[in-house]
């Protein structure tokens, strides 16, 4: 595997106290947050607050999308080497929020590749998985688009299937992370015991009460 060590990815998406004009504040409510070896965090970050990271060289940070270009004429995309030069080490790319074309979706991750630009490239099924792994994405979350944001746990709701991608991914030799209904220390040991090497996060550390808090008992009690 690529990656060994256990991984959360926080996806800020866009929701109002995580993004903008509230996007500072609430990645400064986990300065200081204990940590636990061999859990790698990551927060991933809507384009519009890529600027942070080098206000944070604590923290590793993702952007939540990228496109298949180098600098040049190319208005309204942003290049993998871009978010290298802004410190961004890695992106998310084909959430079920923000799907793209699978050709697409190859040059971005071969792009990205050529640069050193990590990816987590979604996928919605096994099948997709077996196709996407064999792009060589950094991992393959698998996230059932149907659960994304509910109270039920891909976990909960389709273990088998976590195992069946797992199995296809390290074929390949590509990691998996598990997202969609994810929450819960429980849901974060499952997900590893099945085989999956971490968990892909949103509002269950963006809408909890408190973030910090909630994220430290994920990470302590796996």
């Known amino acids: 595997m690529q990656n060994p060590e256990n991984t959360v990815i926080i996806n800020l998406k866009h929701y109002r106290q995580s993004s903008s004009a509230h996007a500072e504040r609430f990645i400064e ?78 040059k971005t991750v071969d792009i990205s590749r050529r640069c050193g630009l990590r990816t987590v490239v979604c996928c919605e099924n096994a099948t997709e998985a077996s196709r996407f792994a064999a792009m060589k994405p950094d ?27 797992v199995d296809t991914c390290s074929r390949s030799g590509v990691a998996v992370i598990v997202g969609a209904g994810v929450k819960t220390p429980s849901d974060y040991r499952t997900s590893l015991k099945l085989g999956a090497n971490g968990v892909l996060i949103a509002s269950g550390i963006i809408l909890a009460m408190e973030p910090a808090k909630t994220l430290s008992s994920l990470i302590e009690n796996q």
């Open 29 to 106: 409510g986990f300065v200081g947050i204990d940590t636990v070896p061999g859990v790698r965090i990551i927060f991933a970050l809507n384009p519009i607050d890529l600027r942070l990271a080098s206000s944070f060289p604590e923290f590793e940070f993702y952007s939540q999308h990228v496109d298949p270009v180098e600098y040049g004429a190319h208005t309204g995309q942003f290049s993998p080497q871009s978010l290298l030069d802004l410190g961004i080490t890695g992106t998310i790319l084909n959430h079920s929020e923000r799907r793209i074309p699978e050709d697409v979706l190859r």
């Open 139 to 165: 991992w393959i979350a698998y996230e059932p688009p149907e659960l994304i944001g509910g109270n039920v746990s891909v976990t909960t709701s389709r273990p088998e299937i976590i195992s069946d991608v």
